[in-house]
């Protein structure tokens, strides 16, 4: 618990004292301590735990990404991708607050994605579409000049700030910073008829970005989705 709330709560402190004191060295310090007490939760701590000791553990409720995430690259995703949360944070609340007031509505979008294994879960991101955007046509992919987005969302989907929330998906060891986007059911059944090969993507997770979305960006149809598998 007292590492739990040093790697939590270390770099916010930080940051106040580096306000209150007009320089940087106790932002640094709360870094290499929160450094410290990342390596002491990731590494250390599990493997000094027995077997039984480790299966008692509340998995699901504390620290869910550590013991989802069992290849060493996974343990660096989890923890580069909580210094993420930490130092986008006054991003993500500018965004949060900037979406609140520009349009009627929830600031965050949850959506159910198919991840690694074929299994379901919640995706959240920014929301940068109207709230009734589905409403009449029902799933539909998003396309250039789209008269359903918001005109902040436009600015977030071409920044794609709107996907910031997602690394709280990669904490959770539902997404990895890199692989294939993941869509909703409706659309891989769409994909799957014409390219049964799509379910290969799914013996990976899912990631916030991919090379596909790098080199063609936004999928508009199920064309330029197989396209991306080439």
Known sequence: AAFGLGFIFGPALGGVMAANFGHAAPMHTAGVLAIINAVLIFFLLPESLSKEQRERLPKEKLFPGLFRHTRT??????VSTYFML?????????????????????????????????KHFVVHKFRSMRTDAEKDSGAVWAKPGDDRRTALGTFLRATSLDELPQF?????????????????????????????????????????????????????????????LK
């Open 73 to 78: 690259a996974d343990y660096l995703t989890c």
């Open 86 to 118: 930490i130092t986008g944070f006054s991003i993500m609340t500018a965004v949060f607050v900037a979406v609140k007031l520009t349009s009627k509505g929830p600031a965050l979008y949850h959506q159910v994605r198919v991840g690694q294994h074929g």
């Open 168 to 228: 709280w998906n990669v904490f959770k060891g539902e997404m990895s910073l890199v692989g294939p986007r993941p869509e909703r059911r409706h659309f891989i059944d769409l994909i799957m008829e014409r390219a049964p090969h799509y379910s290969h993507l799914h013996r990976v997770r899912p990631g916030i970005t991919s090379w596909g979305q790098v080199k063609y960006g936004y999928a508009e149809n199920v064309d330029q989705m197989i396209q991306r």
